[in-house]
Structures are given as C-alpha cells and as structure tokens.
C-alpha cells in the first residue's frame, strides 16, 4: 500500500527533505544503498509523501522504520503499521510479564508479601533469575531456577582461601532463617568454586 491510512482521504504534505540525486556521498551501514541512489530513494523515504525518514531503513527487512508525517513503516511487507499502545496490550493481555515480574510472585508466595518486598532481583542467565534479600545493609544472595521455579539461597564457601558459594534450596521463610542462622543445609550443592561439599 503506497498511501498510509492518515492520507487516505487528504493529500500528504509536501516532504521538507525530499530526495535529490545531488546529495553528499554516503552508504547505508543497513542496507548498503549510496545516498542520491534509486535504492537510496526507495530505502529511505516515505512511500506516501516522499519525506525523508526520521528512524529506520526499509532496505534491511527488520526493524520498522518512520516517517514524520504517516508514521511507522513495516520494513519487510512495506505496509503502515498502527501506532504502538503499551497500555491497550497490556489491558487486553497482550504483554507477556517480565521475568522480574514472575520471579516477585513466586516469591510472595514462598516467603509472603514482607520478605519478597526485600528481594531485588537483578540479571538473569539462561538457566537462572539471580538477585538478593537485603535489609538494613545485610544480605542473602538468591536464584531462581527458570526450569522447576526453585529457589536457592547462598552461603559462603567453608573451605580455606574460597570465595564460592553453595547453594540451598529454599521454599519458605523459615528454609531462608535456617540458612541465614546456621549456613547450608543438607541439600546444598557443592561450592560453585573448589567443588567441596563438607559434611554436616
């Protein structure tokens, strides 16, 4: 579609940077199209109006680009797209939650609305949702494991010179006392460092 919803019935303004082929030499780092080029024109400027655009490249397939004046353009089927309603989606259950979002409701269901207000939760890797409990300047490190919705707590390394942690699993307020009161339990994994796993 060459003309966008917004122009449908009433003339597209007239581009403030229409496309000459006397421009100052230059390549797309997108596309790979010279400036003043039949690519170039068909890349960078509006289908409707012909203005130059503000954001995008419809040369790459990817990303959508803008115009000033009819808005967003699908790079890869070159139609008009609506203008983005973050509030609409997450109205109608369109957003999925973050993974913040998750990990905080799984924790006020573990340890209750108190605690989980006190977690942070900070970087994620492909297997783990890491963060920590900290009040009034102490803290507990915690993880999430993403595949079983676990918790595990930190507790240092006992071994001589080790900065590791071992880690154990936690699914109440009380497991979180307990490793903070007396360190890790019997069902700790070996320290993440040296690999010792010392007897209780």
């Known amino acids: 579609m060459a003309t966008c919803p917004s122009h449908q019935h009433t003339r597209p303004p007239a581009p403030q940077f229409p496309f000459t082929r006397n421009q100052q030499p230059g390549v797309c780092k997108g596309c ?25 490249c419809l040369g790459t397939g990817r990303e ?5 004046n009819c808005g967003r353009i699908d790079s890869g089927t070159l139609e008009f797209l609506p203008e983005p309603d973050p509030i609409a989606d997450l109205l109608s259950g369109r ?13 006020r269901v573990a340890f209750g609305d108190q605690v ?20 009034s300047g102490q803290q507990i490190r915690l993880r999430l494991r993403r595949a079983d919705e676990a918790f595990e707590a930190a507790s240092p390394c006992a071994a001589d010179r080790c900065r590791g942690r071992r880690w154990s699993p936690v699914a109440s307020a009380a497991d979180l006392l307990a490793v903070h009161t007396h360190g890790p339990s019997r069902a700790a994994s070996p320290c993440d460092r040296c690999g010792t796993a010392p007897n209780h």
């Open 95 to 107: 957003i999925e939650p973050s993974v913040e979002y998750l990990a905080g409701q799984l924790a």
């Open 116 to 135: 989980a207000h006190y977690i942070t939760w900070s970087w994620q890797d492909r297997e783990l949702h890491h963060g920590h409990l900290a009040v």
């Open 32 to 56: 790979g199209n010279q400036a003043g080029t039949k690519g170039d024109r068909y890349a960078h400027y509006c289908l409707c109006c012909g203005e130059h655009l503000t954001a995008g």
């Open 64 to 68: 959508p680009a803008r115009c000033p």
